[in-house]
């Protein structure tokens, strides 16, 4: 990986391409839970990040800001603008 003084050849594009290094520290160091950590279809925003609630008959319930029903699983902040998406664990 790259680090920070290697991006700016980028210019103003080098913030959306990959986090500084302090935010990917910061994001390997965020607390992450795989199993309630899920992603929720929403009609404007297309994804929002929400958080398992319970598991009850078949039917999830999500803290999110919508009542939206289809759930994608969501991985590691560790993984935000990656270059190799080969090593995420889920791809949608």
Known sequence: MSTD???AIFGEAAPYLRK???ERIEAQN???DAKTSV???HAKESY???????K???KV?????GGEDQIFSMNPPKYDKIEDMAMMTHLH
């Open 5 to 7: 003084s290697e991006m």
């Open 20 to 22: 500084s290094e302090k």
């Open 30 to 32: 965020k607390p992450f």
């Open 39 to 41: 992603f929720v279809v």
């Open 48 to 54: 929002v990040k929400s958080t398992i609630q319970s």
């Open 56 to 58: 009850e008959s078949g």
């Open 61 to 65: 319930t999500v803290k999110t800001e």
